[in-house]
């Protein structure tokens, strides 16, 4: 299969397309405000991306069967170098370029927004966070690959995901209903109330394919657009509730394999609650000098879960809210602004069950952290002759931690509650980007910084072996070049290698403690295409070949998982890709996707391995009248036995099985 894989990508940098799922290829959304345009969207501006020295993908969510997708991995995979992990329910782990991460590394390498505004604060990211992005209602997903723009600071490490709802108030309106055979359900809306307020909703439920592993989830978002003098004002209320009764891992070697256990559940006790409510302004001034961007906001998040995948499974309750702006001045060829967020946060951990090791019954950690971060960033884009452009740019950042424990201090098993302190970062990250057009072709470099200040659970959670603060700030330094482009009139095409390098890695080892100063590599290739064939018909893919290792050899006096120079990194296929074949006709369309997952380590030590799946995807819509649609889509088509997540941990494989074979179908009633 690798071989297979190899010439795939291979055949994709030279292929005649860039794949961006029903988006213009001469005019797409993008994060990125490099340049004003005609319409501001989120807090970026409708562009070209042809020209620019970063890699971002467009999709959207709906896809060609003109279903809702149930859970973010299902469109976001598709997307070259792109691997999120489904565990029970909404919870998934994220990769952009990078292992699948977990914990802290998991929760802070990703800066995941809404219309522009993060869905958390910097230092209490959620490592299943697209579980509170109204993702259903998204009119495109952006997704920026490598460490982020100069206007979005810390947790756009790896990359950024922004999802971006419908930015007016004058089409769009729909109503769905849809189905699976697996007891999946939802029904979504999107309606304009008046000529300047939009409201869209969904509600899902499903019964879950495992034992005790429903949930239910209701999503809401308002909008409301108006003028008041010079300004263009759009404000939108964001609300998320979900209930989910959790399935835990499966364990014993191969056990995703065994069909007469992958839908038991021997965790019925595991539950996870998530609540989210944010409110976001984003006034609009156009002035002589450029146009001027206010974004206000604020959010309240508070979640509780049982920790299921740890000995002793612990109650883990945690909340913030945050107060803050982001600013910025765009011109033709520069930008420059200043952010500001106050937060005040709370974690509590408790467990009821009897001592299992070092996770000891009883109180684990109650503690209070408020943060304040404060930065500015600039950006200027310089012509060198008729053909290249140089693009600059910096960010400067300022965190601060005021943490205060609410319990005694000391050590309890592996837990220590460390006394009241306070902690403060810098952070500094330059961006360098060189874009050179050869008329059908653009090619691209960039050279950027990432960086974040330590998620306060990596200071603040400590464990055996682990000085409370010592986390310092993960930084990661990142080298790109590639081609993008047209070629023969019949679509587009992207082809990039990148290496990255990681210093202060923060993550947690096979034995559930923490490591503070990992280092790690990151190499690969991303290639991606959309060839329209005839009839109708059109051909698109994307692949990655990527090796991602230890940088570092862990402490003799305190390996846990023997981790030596060049080891691969854990949850770290070599080989990513799929491959569609969709039509588009005038009342019919219908897809064919293969996805391709290779073998990858669970363990740091590189002892276990996962092989790898294939899986096919079957899916088609058609017009029963001009307003309604009715579509149909089969997961796994061949009902493979394969896993979303392997890992091992405590001495013991795990998995999170892949859902069998699964039809969809769904009515969609156009309200325009």
């Known amino acids: 299969m690798k071989c297979i894989l190899l010439l795939g990508v291979a055949l994709l940098a030279v292929a005649p397309s860039v794949w961006a799922q029903d988006v213009s290829d001469e005019d797409v959304v993008i994060p990125v405000p490099l340049y004003v345009g005609d319409l501001i969207v989120a807090k970026g501006v409708r562009v070209g991306t042809v020209f620019q020295p970063e890699t971002i993908d467009v999709v959207v969510p709906t896809g060609s069967e003109g279903l809702t997708l149930a859970h973010p991995s ?10 999120i992990h489904r565990g029970s329910g909404q919870e998934h782990l994220t990769a952009i370029r990078s292992p699948v991460l977990t914990g802290g590394a998991g929760a802070g390498s990703f800066l995941y927004t809404l219309d522009g505004v993060p869905l958390r604060a910097a230092g209490f990211a959620n490592v299943n966070a697209l579980l509170e992005a109204p993702t259903e209602l998204a009119d495109s997903i952006e997704v920026f690959k490598g460490p982020g723009p100069a206007d979005y600071g810390s947790n756009a490490v790896h990359g950024l995901i922004n999802v971006v709802l419908n930015p007016s108030n004058y089409d769009g309106q729909f109503i769905q209903l849809q189905g699976s055979s697996r007891g999946f359900a939802n029904v979504t809306g999107v309606a304009n109330v008046t000529d300047n307020l939009k409201v869209s909703a969904d509600l899902s439920h499903d019964s879950g394919f495992r ?36 399935a835990g891992f499966l364990q014993g070697d191969d056990a995703y394999r065994d069909r007469d256990i992958i839908e038991t559940n021997a965790n019925p006790e595991a539950f996870r609650d998530t609540q989210a409510l944010r409110g976001q302004i984003k006034a609009v001034r156009e002035t002589d000098l450029g ?6 906001y604020a959010r309240r998040t508070q979640q509780r879960f049982l920790r299921h995948f740890v000995p002793g499974q612990a109650l883990d309750k945690n909340g913030h809210t945050s107060f803050g702006v982001k600013s910025g001045f765009y011109g033709e060829r520069w930008s420059a602004g200043v952010d500001a967020e ?3 946060g709370f974690q509590y951990e408790f467990q009821n069950n009897e001592s299992a090791f070092s996770f000891v019954q009883g109180l684990h950690f109650d503690y209070e952290v408020d943060a304040i971060v404060l930065a500015g960033f600039a950006t200027k884009d310089f012509e060198i002759g008729n053909n290249a452009t140089l693009h600059l740019g910096a960010r400067g950042e300022y965190t601060s931690y005021d943490y205060d424990n609410q319990v005694d201090v000391g050590q309890s098993g592996r837990f220590i509650r460390a006394a009241d302190r306070t902690d403060d970062y810098f952070t500094f990250t330059p961006k360098l980007g060189l874009t050179y057009d050869l008329g059908q072709t653009t090619f691209f470099a960039r050279g950027a910084r990432g960086s974040r200040a330590p998620q306060t ?11 409370p603060g010592a986390a310092d700030v993960e930084t990661l330094d990142s080298l790109e070049v590639g081609l993008r482009g047209h070629a023969f009139g019949r679509g587009t095409f992207e082809v990039t290698g990148f290496t990255m390098w990681k210093d202060n890695f923060f993550f ?15 190499e690969g290739i991303e290639a991606s295409f959309d060839f329209h064939l ?5 051909l698109s893919g994307a692949g990655t070949l990527a090796r991602h290792t230890y940088d570092f050899t862990e402490d003799v006096g305190s390996a846990a998982n023997n981790i030596a120079n060049g080891d691969r990194v854990d949850s770290a296929p070599d080989t990513l890709g799929n491959l569609a074949l969709e039509y588009d006709g005038d009342r019919a369309g219908g897809y064919l996707r293969w996805t391709h997952v290779g073998d990858y380590f669970t363990n740091p030590g590189n002892t276990n391995e996962y092989e790898g799946h294939d899986i096919f995807t079957l899916g088609g819509r058609y017009d029963l009248t001009e307003t309604l649609q009715l579509s149909l889509r089969m997961d796994n088509v ?14 013991n494989e795990r998995f999170f099985p892949g859902r069998p074979r699964t039809v969809f179908a769904g009515l969609t009633l156009s309200l325009d």
């Open 638 to 651: 061949f009902d493979t036995r394969y896993a979303d997540r392997a890992d091992f941990a405590f001495g």
């Open 74 to 83: 299902e469109f976001l995979n598709t997307v070259a170098g792109v691997n």
């Open 291 to 296: 146009t001027l961007i206010l974004q206000p």
């Open 342 to 344: 106050y937060t005040s």
């Open 457 to 467: 659970s990596d200071l603040y959670s400590a464990q055996q072996n682990q000085v």
């Open 211 to 246: 034992d005790d592993s429903g949930f239910d989830q209701q999503k809401l978002a308002v909008q409301h657009f108006t003028d008041i003098g010079d300004w263009e004002i759009s404000t939108l209320i964001a609300l998320n509730n979900l209930n989910q009764e959790t």
């Open 534 to 538: 005839v009839g109708g018909f059109s």
């Open 508 to 522: 947690r080892n096979a034995n559930g403690f923490n490591v503070v100063n990992g280092k790690t590599r990151h």
